[in-house]
């Protein structure tokens, strides 16, 4: 098995015709890098990035992309993943899978699987529970972005009569007269030069996210289910910027895993090329329609 060093970390390279992407060995399991491949990494990258839980432990992010489980708890949330995982390889892909979580009793595996001819990936997150009672969480997806660009929110756009369509959760800490983020009507626009924390979230039954960054638009997927219930007041998509970094997240339903069971939260990126930056909710729409990303 091929590894390459990248950010002081040994990772699998996986390629195609377009695009390439960097899986972690030797911590994760972590995407790190994602780029077509005359490009450059659109994946944030913070290798000395850490944050202190309440027991003085030290979690690094590292950037990239990486699969926690929702509710976000201190306890629970920032347990390190220092740690070497197992990798097999897969037809044009691979499954990255990590020790058992010392506390949850749950196991993290990424499958990446790096589609024929297209500049797309799909990627399996599978959180299993280990332990010897039921655990009830949500697989959470958080893709860690490269600051300097603008991310699309798109908003549910369902003529619902004198009925509300549209929710959003807001953090404590989000501003929500901050200058940097436009409040369409279907669309919000969020800049990442911001001077301190912000964090949205809501239902998003569109299904996809995406950011503009150096004339390339990254869009990520996931299924949304009418039926399910999330946590954060019902949000299965989430932004987070704090000025360093722009985080794309997506979370699945709320689940409980009995004990051997697994809880699968599936998403798909697609990379695009020679796209103007969107300014505002005319550009996105257009940018919208001529990609057909509904």
């Not at 699969?67 to 070497?84: C, V």
Request: aromatic share 10%; net charge negative.
């Amino acid at each position: 098995m091929k590894t390459v060093k990248f950010l002081n970390l040994a990772c699998v390279p996986l390629k195609n015709d377009f695009i390439e992407i960097l899986v972690t060995q030797s911590v994760g399991p972590r995407i790190i890098s994602l780029k077509f491949n005359d490009g450059n990494n659109l994946l944030a990258e913070l290798p000395d990035l850490r944050i202190t839980s309440l027991d003085n432990t030290s979690y690094s992010l590292y950037g990239g992309h990486r699969l926690w489980h929702a509710p976000e708890e201190m306890s629970r949330t920032y347990i390190p993943d220092d740690n070497p995982v197992e990798i097999t390889l897969r037809e044009n892909g691979l499954l990255a899978t990590q020790e058992i979580e010392p506390g949850t009793g749950l196991q993290k595996a990424l499958q990446v699987h790096l589609v024929e001819n297209k500049p797309q990936v799909i990627i399996h997150h599978t959180l299993t529970n280990r332990g010897l009672w039921p655990v009830e969480f949500a697989p959470w997806a958080i893709t860690m972005l490269k600051k300097g660009g603008i991310a699309i929110l798109p908003q549910a756009r369902t003529d619902t009569g004198l009925l509300p369509n549209r929710s959003l959760a807001i953090w404590p800490y989000t501003d929500i007269n901050c200058p940097q983020v436009s409040w369409g009507n279907s669309y919000l626009l969020v800049q990442t030069d911001m001077e301190k924390a912000f964090k949205i979230g809501f239902p998003n039954p569109r299904g996809w996210l995406a950011y503009w960054l150096e004339n390339t638009l990254f869009v990520k997927r996931a299924t949304y289910s009418l039926r399910a219930e999330y946590y954060d007041f019902g949000s299965s998509s989430e932004c987070y910027c704090n000025g360093d970094f722009l985080e794309l997240e997506t979370v699945g339903p709320i689940e409980m895993i009995e004990p051997g069971e697994s809880a699968t939260h599936i998403e798909t990126w697609e990379l695009y090329q020679d796209i103007e930056r969107p300014e505002n909710e005319a550009a996105v729409q257009s940018l919208v329609d001529n990609l057909d990303l509904d």
